[in-house]
């Protein structure tokens, strides 16, 4: 095999190829990348038997071939190459590769022992780039990871005619966004299609695609192997779905809520990781929601309390609830406007609050139109 390539393309198809892999694997043929020159180009994959990532890039081919690498160590040598163009070969076990006046010798790997990389089916449907990496970002941090339970460590993707909606949970806290859907026109059964991913994956997913335009999205069974593919710009990253029921969460939120404070979310934020300075880990914040506004309390150790006050409009009774700060922020700083809305939930035990559910504010009167839904549990209150 021998080629020439450009080396910014080349070293970002390595580091696209390598990001899933896992940092160890028990079979260290899984941490390699296949490289297959043919044509005008290379085809650049990895595969752990779990995650697949595929890309294909431009490069002068001199002799076709396929050979297969130590992926980490080949995205460190092309991300530090000099600014000329590289130039690949190989004989017998060895790889060369020469940039400027650098020149690295790397041994290659079996290449008929590397499992064959997964093949997709027809396209399910197409997600708005942009919105999709929005969501992810928005829906992942609530899902759990905690790998005792793996059911929950992953974003079910819930997918009907027109709209996609993706939801995630780590038993304190839930998380929901819905974006448009384009199934292609095909009508969608009144069920809606669903499939778990594992959130570091769709996490990688939305980041590497997010500027992309569309992203196509691919789910498919065989050999009972369920797995998700998602393709844009000559990259495809496929996963296993991982298995079993994910927790029925919807019914969680409210249909309607008529206590809840509005306030600025910046506000907010700043406020929250003011007071929490003095909280030791674990332990949580009481807020306390009243006609004049809320007030934030730490009841840190013997040696540090803290305090605050920020402006607040208040609907309804007011409300005192204890929640774990960094958890309040991940939904703060995924609400997309300058205003956020609290809404309190009741339960069946008057002196017990129910979980509190953030959602956008356009404005201090008027409810914001993002789809963006967050429930988050209060502790018990502070005695």
């Avoid at 694997?25 to 043919?38: F, M, N, W």
């Avoid at 290449?111 to 990496?133: D, H, K, L």
């Avoid at 939930?345 to 504010?361: A, D, F, M, Y």
């Amino acid at each position: 095999m021998k080629f020439q390539v450009n080396r910014d393309v080349f070293s970002e198809a390595v580091s696209f190829a390598v990001k899933l892999l896992p940092q160890r694997t028990t079979l260290p043929i899984l941490s390699g990348v296949l490289i297959q020159a043919e044509g005008d180009g290379l085809v650049l994959s990895s595969f752990d038997y779990e995650v697949s990532s595929r890309t294909e890039i431009q490069a002068d081919v001199d002799e076709p071939g396929t050979v297969l690498v130590s992926g980490r160590l080949l995205a460190e040598i092309a991300g530090r190459l000099p600014n000329a163009p590289v130039r690949v070969s190989t004989e017998e076990s060895r790889i060369s590769v020469t940039c400027g006046s650098a020149s690295f010798t790397l041994l290659s790997m079996p290449v008929e022992e590397y499992p064959s990389i997964p093949e997709i089916g027809e396209q399910t449907g197409v997600v708005p780039a942009e919105e999709f990496a929005s969501a992810v970002a928005q829906v992942a941090v609530a899902a759990s990871r905690d790998d005792v339970t793996p059911v929950i460590t992953g974003v079910q993707l819930e997918v009907r005619e027109t709209n996609l909606s993706l939801v995630a949970t780590d038993r304190y806290r839930v998380a929901i966004r819905e974006i448009d859907w384009d199934g292609g026109g095909v009508a969608g059964d009144t069920e809606a299609t669903t499939a778990l991913v594992p959130a570091r994956t769709l996490q990688e997913v939305g980041k590497t695609f997010g500027h992309s335009g569309t992203i196509s999205v691919a789910i498919t069974s065989r050999d009972d192997r369920e797995l998700i593919a998602f393709s844009a710009d000559r990259k495809t990253v496929t996963s296993l779905l991982i298995k079993g029921n994910f927790p029925p969460v919807r019914r969680l939120f409210p249909e309607t809520v008529d206590n809840y404070a509005v306030m600025n979310t910046a506000e907010l934020i700043e406020a929250t990781r003011r007071v929490a300075l003095v909280l030791e880990r674990e332990a949580a914040l009481r807020y306390s929601f009243t006609a004049d506004g809320l007030t934030l309390e730490a009841i840190g150790s013997e040696q540090a309390q803290a305090s605050e006050s920020i402006d607040a409009i208040l609907t309804g009774d007011d409300t005192v609830v204890s929640l774990k700060p960094q958890f309040l922020l991940d939904g703060l700083q995924a609400v997309p406007s300058e205003f956020v809305r609290i809404s309190f939930t009741k339960t069946e035990n008057p002196n017990k609050p129910g979980p509190v559910l953030i959602t956008s504010q356009t404005s201090r009167e008027q409810a914001g139109a993002d789809s963006y839904r967050y429930l988050l549990q209060p502790n018990l209150l502070l005695r």
